[in-house]
């Protein structure tokens, strides 16, 4: 398998500390890449992903699997299913709800990212920018008053929540979610020692 990947994308690290926890890195070809925003990259997407996004992952007989979450419970199953996504029951709708939140909120910063970066500042809304950045505050806030975060099992959400964290500390050092949300540095403290978290951090900006 191959792994097409941006070193810095906080979806990219989802797959890969989730690859590393199921047994599964060394099986898979890290094929590291960057896309401008903007660029029409048109070979990539006729011939890997339409969307123009990373991560992908290309199966050894070419068939092509988009999406971070996709991929993960892909991985997953190869695994031998119910690792990091449980197979059934009310664990499996609260653990994919918490994932659906954490994407929405590593969706909303790279938004705010790309607005502040890569916009002309001639077009930069402020409104718009300040309305995705509530929605990551109101997100984290949300994870910060679940008191199962530190005790469960990992699995998808936290993996997808420390990547959330990790991408503030790389992209929004300065936004005082550290200083907000006690509970998240905790989490995230504890997150921190685990090698797969380790291994898959963005290199220094």
Not at 7 to 14: D, E, M
Not at 33 to 56: C, E, H, I, M, Q
Not at 150 to 173: E, H, M, N
Request: net charge neutral; proline share 8%.
């Amino acid at each position: 398998m191959k792994l097409i990947f941006s070193p810095t994308s906080p979806f990219a690290r989802k797959v890969r500390i989730a690859a590393i926890e199921l047994g599964l890195i060394d099986t898979i070809e890290l094929v590291p890449a960057a896309f401008a925003p903007g660029k029409p990259n048109d070979d990539y997407s006729r011939n890997v992903n339409p969307l123009k996004k990373l991560p992908v992952l290309i199966l050894d007989d070419g068939s092509v699997i988009l999406d971070s979450y996709v991929i993960v419970e892909y991985l997953d199953e190869i695994a031998g299913g119910g690792k990091l996504i449980p197979a059934s029951g009310p664990a499996r709708w609260k653990i994919k709800t918490d994932h659906s939140i954490a994407q929405g909120i590593l969706d909303s910063m790279v938004l705010c990212r790309y607005e502040k970066a890569a916009r002309p500042k001639e077009f930069y809304w402020q409104a718009w920018a300040d309305d995705h950045w509530h929605r990551v505050w109101t997100g984290m806030a949300h994870f910060d008053r679940q008191s199962d975060l530190l005790s469960r099992p990992l699995d998808v959400a936290q993996i997808a929540l420390t990547c959330v964290l990790g991408y503030a500390d790389f992209r929004f050092a300065d936004s005082g979610w550290r200083e907000a949300y006690p509970n998240l540095v905790a989490f995230q403290d504890k997150m921190m020692q685990r090698p797969s978290v380790k291994i898959s951090a963005p290199p220094p900006a």
